[in-house]
């Protein structure tokens, strides 16, 4: 990966929803999600989050070609204004390259200087997922708690 530089910047989400939607799948199908994403469906969650006010969205851009987004949506509540990190997703060839934690840095820089007090986000439980947040300071809550039913 030291070949290939990656440049990061601001994006509108809405103009990358097609690259964005296959990245979403690529990056989705093996461990920890396991998650089969149909392209309607992955099109379907970025039009959600391009369309909702305030989006922030930050690409990675390898050579002019997007290979990874970090995309979230302002959440106010009684401790202020924070970010909730929807997506962050990095081509699977560009991972484990510091892209990920690049893109992710890029995003905080962004939110703090657009005033923003806190990001959160939900992820998988696993090791690789975890040990990614926390060696970048992100920490669980002992207060919050994920809840989740199918219906």
């Not at 030291?2 to 989705?28: K, N, P």
């Not at 199908?29 to 089969?36: H, K, L, Q, S």
């Not at 970025?46 to 970090?70: K, R």
């Not at 202020?80 to 997703?89: A, D, K, R």
């Amino acid at each position: 990966m030291s070949d290939r530089i990656v440049r990061f910047r601001r994006i509108q989400l809405a103009e990358y929803t097609d690259i964005g939607a296959r990245l979403l799948i690529a990056c989705y199908r093996p461990p920890p999600w396991n998650e089969e994403w149909s392209p309607k469906l992955a099109m379907q969650r970025l039009n959600e989050l391009s369309s909702t006010p305030s989006c922030l969205s930050i690409g990675a851009f390898h050579e002019n070609s997007l290979v990874g987004f970090a995309a979230g949506v302002p959440h106010t509540g009684a401790q202020g204004t924070s970010l909730y990190l929807s997506e962050i997703v990095v081509e699977p060839q560009f991972q484990n390259a510091g892209v990920g934690a690049s893109l992710l840095l890029s995003f905080e820089r962004l939110a703090k200087e657009l005033g923003y007090e806190s990001i959160w986000l939900v992820t998988a439980r696993a090791e690789s997922t975890i040990r990614f947040y926390y060696n970048r300071q992100y920490q669980e809550p002992e207060t919050l708690l994920v809840l989740a039913r199918t219906i």
